[in-house]
């Protein structure tokens, strides 16, 4: 059974950081692009940031220079490294991975930025 699991959204205040977390069981991970998601209350479902089986990183504009996303193969896990974070930043986070016609969505963590 394939399974992403995020963690690491909490409450943060404007400017602050959170390292978000996709732990992926039952897939080779490492065979898989991995894509960061976001949805915000009332919003469509956006991509934030990706990377290639083999490393290579993609953003979109209002993230670049701030999020950082990466990957361990070893540990199964993709991060997603959020700093100077700002409130237009709340959202639900994904992530997503894809290998061939295989198509896989974790269950999403909270980030709520406040003060």
């Known amino acids: 059974q394939v399974q992403l699991v995020e963690s690491g959204g909490g409450l943060v205040q404007p400017g602050g950081s959170l390292r978000l977390s996709c732990a992926a069981s039952g897939i080779i991970f490492s065979f898989y692009h991995v894509g960061w998601y976001r949805q915000a209350p009332g919003k469509q479902r956006d991509l934030v940031a990706t990377i290639t089986s083999g490393g290579s990183t993609t953003y979109v504009d209002s993230v670049r220079g701030r999020f950082t996303i990466s990957r361990d193969n070893v540990n199964n896990t993709v991060y997603l490294q959020m700093n100077s974070l700002k409130r237009e930043d709340t959202a639900v986070y994904y992530c997503?991975?894809?290998?061939?016609?295989?198509?896989?969505w974790g269950q999403g963590t909270q980030v709520t930025v406040s003060s």
């Open positions: 997503n991975s894809r290998h061939s016609v295989a198509d896989y």
